[in-house]
């Protein structure tokens, strides 16, 4: 049985301050390690010396995404006429993990386009990964592929958790693997311990938020302390990222993972 580790989202955890100071203020947490979506509104060195700073290790980005309401909001993986800037952002992306000692670079797959069928932008995603993980040879940086489910990411190109461990065995599990948040999970396909034991061979991150509100475990509809007994017994030992929106306040919501880590 493993010890179970969290890392704070910051686009999640302690947005009471800017962001910079987030780091800070998970450190004053208790958290070790950090993870957030998007590093580019802030250079490489800044982020490195803010975790350096605070004592933090950096667990993953994503790829860049396109702004709010654009078809790339969630990506560009799965885009037929979107290669070039998908290929730039993958380059940008594992630049950024590599000056910050990211282990995992999260490849966001993005929504079926208007008028693409759904098997010719699955192609795509396919024939994109298997190109990432060329890029990311010799990097030090894993792939992760995320699927999302059909009431907040309608359309997007991941639907099952099947899915996407179909497509890490294809493109290859020694560079790419899932990140299974059971959030999305729960929502989608439920019966969490056994779809997590069915692919955690493939898992090398997790994710936590409680459906239907996505605030902190223990606020929600999953069971939580059986789900987290199967994640430690099955030896996994990875670090599983707090992306939930707290209810009231983050500090005050961490009861649960003192729990969870006791």
Known sequence: MTTLRFDANLKWLFTEHEFEARFEAAANAGF??????????HTA????RLLDDNGLAQILVN????????????????IPDAVGEYRDGVLR?????????????????GLVPEGVSR?????????????????????????LLEAQNKR???????ETQAQAAAVAEAVGPERVGLLLDFYHAQIDEGDLIRTYLRFHELVLHLQVADPPSRHEPGTGEI???????????????????????????????????REATA
């Open 93 to 109: 992306g594992l630049e950024y993990a590599t000056a910050l000692g990211a282990p995992f670079l999260h490849v966001v797959g």
């Open 223 to 257: 069971g939580w302390s059986g789900l987290f007994e199967a994640v430690a017994r099955s030896g996994y030992d990875g670090w599983i990222g707090c992306e939930y929106r707290p209810k009231a306040g983050t500090v005050a919501g961490l009861g649960w993972m």
């Open 63 to 78: 790829t860049p995404m396109g702004p709010a309401g654009s078809p790339t909001r969630q990506g560009l993986a799965c």
């Open 32 to 41: 070790t390690a950090v993870e957030y979506a998007s590093p580019y509104a």
């Open 152 to 158: 907040d990411a309608p359309g997007f190109v991941l």
């Open 45 to 48: 060195a800044r982020l490195k």
């Open 119 to 143: 098997d010719r932008a699955f192609a795509r995603y396919v024939a994109n990964l298997a190109w990432a993980a060329e890029q990311a040879r010799g990097t030090g940086v894993r792939l």
